[in-house]
């Protein structure tokens, strides 16, 4: 095996520039996969972390408005209820107001989210500046405020602006909030949308409650235990709720973390059709091989003639041109591996993504190009290995 590996290099470097040009063929169809998987894993992880930070990781509690007309709706003892639940790490409830906010000379549209305590593990509410609203902000309904960093920036050209005072309307009325926390603005995908999305502020709910004159909730955020059934636990969470309404069909939830893992499976869906028309260009690749190695077939006829007239056997023969085919795909798979995963990372960084690779996954990649490579590189073996000495010699 060592004599017929030695051989292949041998012919191999006979004609450098023709088998440069086939391994670089296999090198861009390796490449090409290795950036669109890179590109696919990395997108879906880019895509899960913004869902992570809206807070699509959980469930969502709503009360069905159809039949919400003479009903409690989500009230104090929903809230109970629900955090009562096995395997509810917490429940936050969500009073929602749209509005216009004054902040210096700015006017902005904006959200009102009426919000409890420990919100930060609700929804994923990261602080920048200052604090957070807590349980005496809650329990005693105070003025107290948290904006998005995008408002703050847009009224002072900076993001710490804690201590300052902000004014909202509410009910028709306008009142002030002092500003005790800066958060991040939800997302890199909500701060590319610039003014489609309106500004974000974070009130007690318990405030937001007494200023509309509403005693329920919009909706409540759960979130699950990471190792329980998230559907096992909605569901008794919604069998829980109707029991003490008395009533089916009043309170609908949403399985947010499903919804996400479907987008997930969408997008692997996504990133294994562009690998698979990115392999295409392998299949190419593989015929490139066959064709040159039918020339070298041609080319030597007749060395093939004298190895045989001196006892080679067919075996021999077919071994060394099958190493040559394997041994320009290996090459040429490690080649676009090593490109492939440096141009990736290098551009994936550059955009601020993480890049993961699988060293698996690289690894059964330049195992198929070294099985597509002989593959395609039977035949000529093939046909080398059925030359008869003596035709082989008469040629010229």
């Known amino acids: 095996m060592k004599d017929i590996v030695a051989c292949a290099l041998k012919n191999l470097s006979r004609k450098r520039m023709r088998t440069l040009l086939t391994m670089a063929s296999i090198t861009i169809g390796v490449m090409l996969v290795v950036v669109v998987s890179l590109i696919g894993s990395a997108g879906k992880a880019a895509v899960n972390n913004e869902l992570e930070s809206l807070g ?64 930060k593990q609700a929804i994923s509410l990261s602080l920048k500046f200052g604090r957070l609203i807590s349980k005496g902000d809650v329990q005693s309904a105070s003025l107290v405020c948290v904006v998005d960093e995008l408002l703050a920036k847009e009224a002072y050209g900076r993001e710490n602006i804690t201590g300052k005072t902000i004014r909202l309307e509410i009910d028709g009325a306008q009142e002030e909030f002092t500003i005790v926390g800066v958060a991040e603005a939800g997302s890199a995908l909500l701060q590319s949308l610039g003014d489609f999305i309106p500004s974000m502020v974070y009130i007690p709910y318990s405030t937001l409650q007494a200023l509309t004159g509403r005693s329920t909730f919009d909706q409540v955020a759960v979130r699950v235990d990471a190792s329980a059934d998230i559907s096992a636990t909605e569901e008794k969470i919604l069998s829980r709720l109707e029991r003490a309404a008395d009533m089916q069909g009043l309170y ?41 190695m039918l020339v070298s077939v041609g080319e030597r006829t007749k060395e093939i003639g004298i190895k045989k007239a001196i006892g080679a056997s067919r075996g021999r023969i077919l071994w060394e041109f099958l190493a040559e085919a394997v041994g320009i795909s290996l090459l040429g798979s490690l080649a676009g591996v090593a490109i492939g995963g440096g141009a990736g990372w290098l551009g994936l960084r550059a955009f601020g993504l993480e890049v993961s690779f699988s060293w698996a996954g690289l690894s059964l990649l330049v195992l198929f190009s070294v099985l597509l490579g002989a593959v395609f590189g039977v035949y000529p073996a093939v046909k080398a290995a059925r030359l008869k000495p003596v035709d082989a010699l008469r040629q010229e």
């Open 56 to 119: 699509i990781s959980g469930l969502s509690i709503t009360a069905n408005a159809s039949q919400q007309e003479g009903q409690a709706g989500l009230s104090e003892e929903s809230l109970r209820l629900i955090r009562s639940t096995s395997d509810v790490v917490t429940a936050m409830p969500l009073v929602l107001e749209y509005s216009t906010s004054y902040l210096r000379d700015t006017q902005s549209s904006t959200l009102i989210c009426g919000i409890d305590a420990g919100a």
């Open 252 to 292: 609908r939830t949403d399985n947010l973390a499903a919804q996400r893992d479907r987008l997930g499976n969408l997008l692997d869906i996504v990133s294994l059709v562009l690998t698979v028309i990115s392999g295409i260009s392998l299949v190419v690749s593989g015929l490139g091989i066959m064709t040159i």
